[in-house]
């Protein structure tokens, strides 16, 4: 059985919330060796998480198109119209 870091509970505002403190404080400089690694590992962490969130998110996203005079659902493909 695998259990969920606290962070992967967070809803996405909070982990992008808490991923921008990490990077204010790695920026600053004024942080010792040590925790700047800590801090770097969680932010790498944080980063993940909040990818794999958007990335869930995105494959609910669904658009309504007109197809032959009635809406129909189809999944949002964000390729879709590049060139």
Avoid: Y
């Avoid at 400089?29 to 932010?43: A, T, W």
Wanted: proline share 6%.
């Amino acid at each position: 059985m695998t259990e969920k870091h606290p962070a992967q509970q967070l809803p996405f505002e909070e982990a992008m919330k808490k991923l921008e403190e990490v990077v204010e404080r790695l920026e600053s400089g004024d942080v010792p060796l040590e925790e700047s690694i800590r801090l770097f590992e969680e932010g790498m962490r944080l980063s993940r998480i909040c990818g794999e969130k958007l990335d869930r998110m995105e494959q609910q996203v669904e658009m309504l198109v007109r197809e032959n005079g009635d809406w129909v659902k189809k999944p949002f493909d964000p390729q879709e119209g590049r060139d």
